[in-house]
């Protein structure tokens, strides 16, 4: 029968048992500790009738120890907590102030009572008296007690061996984030303790103990992959993602950082990052955000009071929202609180104050706004009457394709209304609206035909066949080449809402469209044809505090231009807003249309993507001071695991540079890369 070999948890000296030994205790040769060997063994460690080889023997210890940490002494941290009294000293000048505590409901203190119980540190061991403890501290919601009571029921000490019990508590302390935790209930689902064996369920939890820094873990995903296929491997790697990211973000929404917490709205309202949909919910966390003076959660806000969703139907309370974000450039807002003027919901009736803001949105390129624009010049409501200009407008939203100011502009040309009658370009631009389905459109096309001559008919036929939409672009921002044949990132946020999308490169402007995304960090993949030239990735944990970044990219062509821009700073932080483990803050400079550029080393290496800054706003609010450089890029660590999901992109990324480079030539590189992402 094979041995099992292990570490004395009190002073770690190595000891070795028979498997028989299971459910007794041991006593330590080196310090005399009494050591509870846990029973319940993974099936190869307790049916092998020969020893493991040398790497699965590391594998099953690690299992053992995992299972029944909390019982045999807690193998992470119990050298550090439970040497000469530290529990005590810490915090409890005596075991009396500590038992004291503890009776009167002290959480805390319940725990390291039962620890203390556990390891007999300043008691006899009494294993059922830990339990009694950690009962009573778990159910206070302290999560790690509810991890020991975990672990004393899986391995049978102090109580009756109860796998489902174990799982339940483990589950109570991975819904507070508690590392461990995550780790023992994955290796649960991986050997089926107190639950049905689910290997992907088993890889989610034991990659999400991972993330949040438990090592070990690697060992457990290094056995566990090969029984899964590529498909399930990928089903478990991005449910592990989304909750990994779902739990920041809850962290820093519950910090109070508006920018997650209109993230966390909108994951509810569309049932992002695995979590049902709970308009409620994501009602609550966009006033959170609104009330700090976020534009996106005040728009947004202000749907859910017009449509009555999550809330009573309030049209008041929608122009309220609408205005603050519109009065911050919100395009949609601007729309939609003029809309409300001119017909007078929830407001009344201004069709001045309506014009005004149809003509913010107009000017920033909506389609919408510029139509009723025309309209109002046209009619005279709310503006002096004004042909021409309504002509004006209306050109604008029908050279973008919008049927009814075709339509509209069609009657202009037929009638002679701002521009010289001509029923050619009145027939070809009722001909384009007609044939988008509206119907005032086909009518007048009956009309004109009945005016016309056949070769006139042909000739506005041939103009509206031979008619291009010319789009202007709705948002920009930037990204660069991953790939050689055209593969490349920017953030999810710069193209979420894309129709189309035009890549401007240092070899001309070409089309780009976009192949995969992930919403919970911020990331896009798109691909354009032709030859690039591409950054290489470093994993983002080569990077340290005060270490040297920069980015090129193309803040707000629309004022600097459609050059390149640099900007050089340092690392800040190793985690962003609120402790996000996922971002760095950065010193760089960065201004709007930079999000999605490369963050690069000295190396030359991408470790990250910028993506967001500092709000000076709130900023303002909460410290009363302006914020100077406080921005954020995604570590280039989770892009990486992003690629891991397109194998045939991941082949293809070029190798990290390992020698630092000339500045000139990372900025060289970086530019060679960079593009700018103009979107539709």
């Known amino acids: 029968m094979a041995d099992i070999q292990f570490q004395c948890s009190h002073c770690g000296n190595d000891l070795t048992v028979d498997q028989e030994g299971a459910g007794l205790e041991v006593e330590c040769p080196s310090c005399h500790s009494r050591i509870v060997i846990p029973v319940g063994l993974p099936p190869l460690l307790t049916a092998s009738a020969k020893p493991a080889s040398k790497s699965n023997r590391l594998f099953w210890i690690l299992s053992f120890f995992v299972l029944s940490a909390i019982a045999t002494g807690f193998i992470f941290a119990v050298k550090s907590h439970h040497k000469k009294n530290e529990l005590i000293d810490s915090k409890w000048k005596s075991m009396d102030d500590l038992k004291s505590d503890a009776e009167k409901g002290d959480a805390a203190a319940q725990f390291y009572f039962g620890a203390h119980y556990q390891f007999g540190q300043g008691v006899a061991t009494n294993l059922p008296e830990a339990v009694k403890w950690y009962q009573k501290s778990a159910e206070q919601g302290y999560a790690s007690?509810?991890?020991?009571?975990?672990?004393?029921?899986?391995?049978g000490n102090g109580v009756p061996q109860d796998y489902a019990e174990a799982?339940?508590?483990?589950?109570?302390?991975?819904?507070?984030?508690?590392?461990?935790?995550?780790?023992?209930?994955?290796?649960?689902?991986?050997?089926?303790?107190?639950?049905?064996?689910?290997?992907?369920?088993?890889?989610?939890?034991?990659?999400?103990?991972?993330?949040?820094?438990y090592t070990d873990a690697n060992m457990v995903l290094a056995k566990l992959e090969p029984l899964m296929s590529q498909e399930q491997i990928g089903i478990a790697k991005k449910a592990a993602e989304n909750l990994f990211a779902l739990r920041n973000t809850k962290v820093s929404a519950e910090n109070g950082n508006p920018f997650w917490q209109c993230a966390l709205a909108e994951d509810y309202e569309?049932?992002?990052l695995g979590v049902s949909t709970n308009i409620v919910e994501a009602v609550k966390w966009y006033h959170k955000a609104?009330?700090?003076g976020n534009a996106e959660a005040q728009f947004n806000l202000g749907v859910c009071y017009a449509k009555g969703e999550g809330v009573d139907q309030d049209s008041y309370e929608a122009v309220k929202w609408y205005r603050m974000a519109a009065e911050q450039g919100d395009k949609r807002a601007q729309l939609n609180l003029a809309t409300m003027l001119r017909t007078g919901d929830g407001v009344p009736m201004d069709g001045k104050e309506a014009a005004k803001w149809f003509g913010k949105a107009a000017e920033q390129g909506d389609i919408q706004a510029q139509n009723m624009l025309g309209w109002m010049y046209d009619t005279g409501n709310g503006v002096p009457e004004d042909s021409v200009e309504a002509v004006k407008w209306y050109r604008k939203a029908a050279e973008q394709g919008a049927a009814n100011a075709q339509n509209s502009l069609g009657v202009c040309y037929r009638l002679g209304k701002g521009v010289p009658k001509d029923f050619v370009q009145a027939y070809k631009w009722s001909s384009l609206a007609s044939a988008q389905g509206d119907e005032k459109a086909k009518q007048n096309l009956l009309n004109l035909e009945q005016k016309m001559t056949s070769e006139q008919i042909a000739e506005g036929q041939r103009l509206a066949y031979s008619f291009k939409p010319n789009e202007?672009?709705?948002?920009?921002?930037?990204?660069?080449?991953?790939?050689?044949?055209g593969?490349?990132?920017?953030?999810?946020?710069?193209?979420k809402e894309a129709a189309k999308v035009r890549l401007v490169t240092s070899a001309g402007t070409v089309d780009a469209k976009v192949v995969q995304v992930d919403a919970a960090n911020d990331l896009a993949l798109l691909k354009a044809d032709g030859k690039f030239s591409p950054l290489p990735i470093a994993a983002s944990r080569s990077a340290h505090l005060g270490g040297t970044v920069a980015t090129i990219g193309f803040p707000d062509p629309s004022l600097q231009g459609f050059s390149p821009k640099l900007a050089k700073g340092e690392i800040a932080s190793l985690s962003g807003a609120g402790d996000d483990p996922r971002y760095f803050q950065i010193s760089v400079p960065v201004q709007p249309g930079n999000s999605g550029g490369a963050l690069v080393d000295e190396r030359g290496n991408v470790i990250g993507i910028v993506s967001a800054k500092l709000d000076a706003s709130v900023a303002l609010a909460a410290s009363g001071a302006l914020p100077e450089n406080v921005n954020y890029a995604v570590k280039s660590s989770l892009l990486l695991s992003f690629l891991e999901s397109v194998p045939d992109v991941s082949a293809k990324l070029k190798a990290p540079n390992t020698a630092d480079e000339k500045f000139e030539d990372?900025?060289?590189?970086?530019?060679?890369?960079?593009?700018?992402?103009?979107?539709y």
């Open 145 to 155: 007690a509810q991890n020991y009571l975990a672990g004393c029921y899986s391995a």
């Open 167 to 213: 799982v339940k508590w483990w589950r109570k302390a991975v819904e507070q984030g508690d590392g461990p935790s995550e780790l023992y209930l994955g290796l649960s689902y991986f050997y089926g303790n107190g639950v049905t064996k689910d290997y992907v369920e088993a890889h989610k939890w034991v990659s999400v103990a991972l993330m949040q820094g």
């Open 270 to 272: 569309f049932g992002l």
């Open 290 to 292: 609104a009330e700090q």
């Open 472 to 485: 202007n672009p709705f948002a920009s921002g930037s990204g660069f080449f991953i790939t050689d044949d």
């Open 487 to 495: 593969y490349l990132i920017s953030n999810y946020h710069v193209v």
């Open 666 to 679: 990372v900025v060289k590189s970086a530019q060679n890369a960079a593009v700018l992402v103009l979107v």
